[in-house]
DNA sequence: GCATGATTGTATGACGTCGTACAGTATGTG
DNA sequence: CACATACTGTACGACGTCATACAATCATGC
């Protein structure tokens, strides 16, 4: 316990825990992209086709915003997952500037591969981690939030 | 509280705390980024010049490993510091592979600003969360690094 | 109907980080 | 001493993301 890897312990004393909730998040993206290596996919190709599976077709600003990164990139991920034909785009009836991106069925089936990546995978998470805990987690992590907006729009 | 900008509450149902989480981190890089602009550093710079002015001269392996990044990478964010002649490159008398990268007196000076920033940015992030759940919340974290760790090398 | 402004997706260049490979150097073993 | 192994910093290419600018399209006002 006392022989992590260090470097969050010894930390500089400026940042503390705020460094190590930064570390923590490298490594949630790093065990999430080593689990879906076998699927050929990284944590945001997944998260995408995950969404599209579970939520129908989706404008890309839309998925750029709930995936948490810009449209631009979202358009090269979409790229990569269609040129996969794991997503089609289709026009939108109703707005000529927008595609719906929908998952193929190559994708559905992949998607649930992911999903079992994703239980497993979050289960190991939870060890030693009580419920009353993640909620605590959770609700520091979002006022943590609101604080950091408030900080970055001054 | 119920506005945030959504996108972690309603976040795909796999992937709940832990993209919150990660939203979290990207929010503090920013925050710190934002802070330090006027410093014309980025929070990795500002990481790099605190810890050489609070722990003296150092190896750019140990940097690399303190601040959570490459060595290589590290070298290049060296070059930037050094070509603003905010810290030096000293050989080690002892081993003559290193470089023992030290800081410079206007390296020491930004330093101070560097520590003023964080400690005022921090104080704003404390807003509202007390010490218990500051001390649960690095708590669970580093319980959630150990299990990240062994769920990566499996 | 038509101008004005807002929004969508894309192209482009830039940045930061990573992984790998490499030469130079140190350390340990025979 | 010679040799193998480990380690340090760097060079290089690759990737993912970002910011900006842009054309196409929509929405709103008159």
Redesign the pocket.
């Known amino acids: 316990m006392s022989s992590l890897t260090n470097n969050e312990l010894d930390a500089p004393p400026w940042l503390r825990v705020e460094s190590t909730l930064m570390s923590t998040a ?1 490594l949630i993206r ?1 065990a999430f992209d080593a689990r879906l290596k076998p699927l050929d996919l ?4 997944a998260s995408l086709l995950a969404y599209v599976a579970e939520f129908g077709a989706t ?6 915003d709930q995936l ?13 997952l269609e040129k996969r034909d794991l997503v089609e ?1 289709h026009p ?1 009836p ?8 929908d998952v193929t069925d190559a994708g559905r089936t992949l998607a649930s591969d992911i999903a079992r990546v994703d239980e497993v995978l979050r289960a190991e998470l939870r060890h030693g981690i009580g419920r009353e805990e993640r909620q605590a987690l959770s609700w520091v992590l979002t006022r943590l939030q609101v604080n950091l907006q408030s900080a970055i729009n001054t």
């Open positions: 490298r790093e990284n944590l945001t190709q404008t890309q600003t839309q998925l750029a948490g990164t810009g449209r631009a990139a979202m358009g090269t991920v979409v790229d990569g785009r939108d109703d707005d000529r500037r927008v595609w719906r991106i």
